[in-house]
């Protein structure tokens, strides 16, 4: 299993963004993505999932702190999982992780099986 997180870049603040996630070799549609992202001298942390919840829908959860700015979708057909980022702000300056592991998982780091190589997002005020 490899993903490929890219999409990073220099954005002002205020500025849209979007990652994606390219996700190779899992074994089917029925895994949750979560992008996470390490600011300098901080801990990972959670920014958004998409996940399944044993329905045909997939369901997204939010941090907080991303909430009504960010927006995560997938494309299964592409085995891509996008976050589009919008309304940027300087503390959202970080590198970028997707991960990916089978099923429905949290929301947690050390739930995840599968990460990407993590691509940096910079917000400039």
């Known amino acids: 299993v490899q993903l490929q997180a890219y999409g990073g870049g220099l954005v002002q603040a205020g500025g849209p963004l979007r990652l994606s996630c390219a996700a190779f070799g899992l074994p089917s549609i029925y895994y949750t993505v979560g992008w996470f992202r390490q600011a300098p001298g901080k801990e990972r942390e959670f920014v958004a999932l998409?996940?399944?919840?044993?329905?045909?829908?997939?369901?997204?959860n939010y941090a907080d702190s991303v909430k009504g700015r960010f927006t995560i979708s997938r494309d299964n057909f592409k085995n891509t999982v996008y976050l589009q980022m919008n309304s940027l702000k300087p503390e959202d300056t970080a590198v970028y992780f997707c991960?990916?592991?089978?099923?429905?998982?949290?929301?947690?780091?050390?739930?995840?099986?599968?990460w990407g190589q993590g691509t940096l997002v910079t917000v400039s005020s």
């Open positions: 991960a990916a592991e089978s099923g429905s998982v949290a929301a947690i780091p050390s739930t995840y099986a599968y």
């Open positions: 998409i996940g399944w919840g044993g329905g045909s829908t997939p369901y997204a």
